[in-house]
């Protein structure tokens, strides 16, 4: 948000000057200090609900400052062996949660004897995001398969709310896909329509989105389990769907 | 394993252990003690009428000035009898909060198994004593809650505001909603409306020219 802003501006008249001292913002921040930012995954990230399963896609892109600190980074995390999670906003802060999402999942897991359930995952999230949300700059879409209710998405916007949805975007390239995603979505799309919504929403977000870019990642989850796909940078599907 | 989550935070929400983090220059968004609303909801209007009480809520979250969700619920139906409804208008992970603590308190009352369940008004009172202790440890619940129920026959309506300011009336309205709507309702409300008349003066209040500013989709909840 605001450190997204001030990553862009480049004061010419001391640009070359790097500075060192990371412990305090100078007032005219050169942006070139990147070993003083925080690590960033600035992203776009999406997962959308077919009859039958998920897909969940993200962006490769990490951020520190203006340097990409990772081209090819994997935002698509698995908490479970069905149930997934996309994570955008600090990169510590999110795979911190994730990690404990992980290992309190794997216990519950043990006792409940079976598969746990997308909402009990997305519960355990927002019971994370939400008791801390002083101190997380935490935007998560966790989405997965279960027998219950088939797939589900969910989304855990900062704040720690928690929705659940027919398809949810999120991180900073997901503001210029709005648009994009009002006009092209439908409700119970075959799992192929679901894979090309995906592509060309994330193609179109890191095209535009400083902060998005790299390769897609997709992960397609349902009953017999998940799929990893993925689309190089230089073959991404932009155009109309 | 819940408990060691929330003993942890609750001991940091309270001040009583260090915050690592404000030591560090993580950016402003790091360590702030007041905390500010980010996905927010709109006006809440509900109007008592003979027999039992009607609340509307829109259903769009905005994040800041876009309109980020649609279809999200802010009214819910709790207490071991479901016949209390609470609608907040705000933050909506704090109103989350609220509905779960809600919740948590109804299964223990469920447990007791003594037939004594909470009436609306006692809820709104404990409610208001929740918003009130969080704001006086600088860290409100930021929402105007609206508690709306029937006991025995006789209807409820009380709104408690992200300060603690409570109040009990025959309509109330949260938000935006409490500048436009309620003069509509104060023209309008007579002890005697029925429950079709107060959904059309609801519909009237939410559809209302100066609302549709921000365009919302309303939902409407009886509760009898």
Redesign the interface.
Known sequence: ???FAGRELLNPANVMEASYD????LQQDNGLNFL?K?VDTGTTIMAVQYDGGVIVGADSRVSTGVYISNRASDKITAVDDRIYCCRSGSAADTQAVSD?VRY?LD??RMEYGQPPKVATAANLF???C??????L?AGIIVAGWDKEKGGQVF?L???????E?EYATGGSGS?YI?GFCDAFFKPGMTKQQCEDFVTKGLCHAMARDGSSGGIIRMAIIDESGVERKFIAGDKLPYGPL | ??NR??GA??A?HAGLTD?P?AAK?????????T?Y???TGGSVVAVKYAGGVLVAADTL?F?GS?A??DK?RRMEAVGVRKDTLVAAGG???D???IVKTVEARAVEEYALDDGAAMSPAALHSWLTRMMYQRRSKMDPLWNSVVVAGCRDGKPYLGASTMLGVAFEDNFVASGIGAHLALPLLRKRWTPTLTEADAKTLLEDCMNSPALCKTPHSPELSVSQ
């Open positions: 948000m605001s450190s990371a412990g305090t913002t003083g925080e404990y309190f216990q519950h927002q019971m994370l939400y008791q801390n949300k002083n101190m700059t989304a916007p900062i704040g720690g709310a928690l929705m949805r503001t709005y | 394993m819940a989550v929330h935070t609750w940091e915050e983090y220059e993580a950016g402003p968004e790091a360590s702030q003690r905390l609303p980010m996905v979250g994040y876009l980020r969700y999200i933050d909506l992970s109103y989350q909060y």
